[in-house]
Structures are given as C-alpha cells and as structure tokens.
C-alpha cells in the first residue's frame, strides 16, 4: 500500500523567509505531483514531476523529484502572503491511475 | 480547453435524504473519473473512480456509490445519509499518467 508522509503538517513563516516542505512516498513511482488548496476552495495542479532529478518552478516556489531517496521538496524562497494555502503532495499507485495523497501542509506566510 | 463542472455548490440534508452530485468534463473525451471526499481539516480520501460509461471502481466500503451514465459524467448517490458523509466532496479527471484536474467541489453538510 503506498504512503504519502508529509512535512511539516503545519508551517508558519514570516515573508521574505525561505523553507522547504518534505513528501516522502513509500513506492518506486517515478511520479510525483504538487497541489495547492486555498481555503474553502478546490485543488488546483502546481507541479507535475515525471522523472528522477525532474526540477520545476514557478516564481517563488521550487518542487524537485529524489526517486531513489522517495522524496519529493516544495521549496519557497522569499515566502509572501499569497503564498498561504494548503500544499498537497500526490503519488501515483504502482499500478493504474489512482493517486494516494499526503495529509497536506497547511502553510502560512506572516507579514 | 476542458473543464470540470460540479453542482450543487453547497448542500444541507437531512440524515436519512438521498443524495445526488454531479460532475461534467467538457473539452476532453474518455477521461478517467474521480470522487474523492476531504473532511474538514483533511487530506483528500479517494471514493470511486472509472475509467469508461458504467465502469466504476470503489476505493472505500461506505454508504455512498457512484454511476457514468455517460463518457463526461460521473454521478455520486446514496439512499440514505448519514452524519459522517459530511464533507467536501471533489470530483476529478485525467487522460491517465498524469495530473489529475479538480472540480470546484461541493460542500456536503448533512445534520
């Protein structure tokens, strides 16, 4: 059975900080997927990694794929308040389509 | 360009009411479904999905069932309510392999 571990489950940061929220997965999938949840509202796609050393970003936030250590990172650099939301890391069962989510981080940015 | 339409957004039923949610796809055909549930403060917990008209999987033994009448989409039933099907509940689509979209969910209080 796969497991989506997340951390931390909750971060509270100041702007202009930097941190990086962990995801690690139990399987050997060389997919990983981010989400962003605002509150009361859906989830909306921020990342899609396909493969080892894959790398993404877009303006402040940074998600990058280990698929030998199963780990995935969501780094923020320079947090601002927008950036407060829920962050969901996801990953594909061995077989099939179905995704296992992690329990989410819920971060948010101080000003 | 495809898009995901859930109704209604907010519902409050009485325990012991049926139920009926649904999601339409628009701009894509034979999409893999889902319906996850996320209670509040929750991470997202997946209910069926199906991969084609009548196919549907069931992740979670529960009082809740799901039908495809048709290719774009996925309805989500029960008889009779219970207390603990309050939630938000979320349908979702992909082409398989890769990230899953999201519907602007409904919000299910059920008192």
């Known amino acids: 059975e796969l497991k989506v571990e997340q951390n931390p489950l909750f971060l509270s940061m100041q702007e202009g900080k930097n941190y990086t929220i962990y995801c690690n997965y139990s399987?050997?999938?060389?997919?990983l997927y981010w989400y962003r949840q605002d509150p009361g509202k859906s989830l909306e796609s921020l990342f899609v990694l396909l493969s080892n050393g894959a790398v993404k970003q877009e303006g402040r936030l940074m998600a990058s794929l280990d698929t030998k250590a199963r780990l995935s990172t969501l780094h923020i650099t320079a947090a601002v308040h927008d950036l407060s939301a829920t962050y969901f890391c996801a990953g594909p069962l061995e077989y099939g389509n179905k995704l296992v989510f992690g329990a989410g981080t819920i971060l948010r940015v101080k000003s | 360009s495809q898009t995901i339409h859930q109704w209604p957004a907010t519902l409050v039923q009485p325990v012991g009411s049926p139920l009926s949610l649904e999601c339409t796809v628009e701009g894509t055909s034979n999409p893999n479904l889902y319906w996850y549930r996320q209670a509040a403060g929750r991470g997202l917990q997946l209910l069926f999905y199906s991969v084609g008209i009548g196919q549907i999987s069931s992740e979670v033994p529960q009082n809740l069932s799901a039908s495809r009448p048709q290719d774009r989409q996925f309805i989500l039933s029960s008889k009779k309510l219970l207390l603990s099907d309050s939630g938000f509940y979320l349908c979702?689509?992909?082409w398989g392999g890769g990230s899953q979209y999201f519907g602007p969910g409904t919000r299910l209080l059920v008192l």
């Open positions: 979702a689509w992909d």
């Open positions: 399987t050997t999938s060389d997919r």
